[in-house]
């Protein structure tokens, strides 16, 4: 299993990185709002709490607002940096459902037994894990979602048919202009991406997604053919 420094030690690098909207979040965390309230307004009355995974949680810095005012049965947050989870715990608050606090590999979560899941989100996790991970990623998912569920796939993604070295150039590129982090700040970001960002191709996920049984809809694509958003149903 592959050990991120950048979030097991140098959490407050990314921090910056997301304070300053460098990934567009604010945009994102909007999407995600507006996806999740269609999904809960579409719900026949009445309807049970749902509950809901997050997988690669982070610190929920940008999704805590959203978390706070969701009608939620329960709320499970999974990371593989232990660190994270308390940032994460303090940034949510008191909520009306509870919460648990996992630190774990999202994949062999997925793949556990577990009674089936309404609201399945991951953002900015997925891209870590290989092409073969990522379809049984999407297969395992499959399996755990509930009928009428939803999985929230936020991440960075390849254009149609570009080489990951081409991706990695270009990203690279974007970030050596990202002033607001320090020198140090810098190389840690363009050492991680380097060497642990393996972003889909984004009609080979959407292909292996369909085959393993879900409906894939793009709901927002950021402004530098990368970060996107998408949702996906039990097809
Ligand atoms: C880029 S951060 C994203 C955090 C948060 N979801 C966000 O959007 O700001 C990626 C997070 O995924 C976690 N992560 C990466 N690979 C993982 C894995 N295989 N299993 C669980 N968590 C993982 C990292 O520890 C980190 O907290």
Request: include cysteine; charge should be negative.
């Amino acid at each position: 299993m592959a050990s991120f420094a950048l979030f097991e030690r140098q959490w407050t690098t990314y921090r910056t990185v997301v304070s300053h909207d460098l990934m567009e979040h604010r945009a994102l965390a909007g999407a995600t709002a507006a996806a999740l309230d269609r999904w809960l307004a579409a719900r026949p009355a009445p309807a049970p709490s749902p509950a809901l995974v997050d997988l690669g949680c982070g610190d929920l810095a940008q999704l805590a607002p959203l978390l706070r005012r969701l009608p939620l049965a329960s709320y499970t947050g999974v990371d593989l940096a232990a660190a994270v989870l308390p940032l994460a715990e303090k940034a949510l608050g008191s909520v009306a459902y509870p919460c648990r606090w996992q630190e774990g590999d999202l994949l062999s979560w997925i793949q556990e037994q577990g009674p089936p899941i309404d609201i399945l989100h991951s953002a900015f996790a997925v891209h870590h894990l290989n092409d073969d991970a990522k379809a049984t990623f999407l297969q395992a998912a499959r399996r755990r979602i509930a009928g009428d569920g939803l999985l929230l796939l936020a991440d960075v993604f390849r254009e149609p048919g570009e080489a990951l070295a081409a991706y990695l150039e270009r990203y690279c590129q974007r970030m050596r202009g990202w002033q607001v982090l320090n020198p140090e700040q810098q190389v840690q970001v363009i050492e991680h991406v380097s060497q642990y960002d393996q972003p889909a191709d984004r009609e080979a996920i959407a292909a292996a997604a369909r085959a393993a049984g879900w409906h894939w809809q793009w709901v927002w694509q950021g402004s530098h053919s990368a970060e996107a958003l998408a949702v996906l149903t039990p097809a």
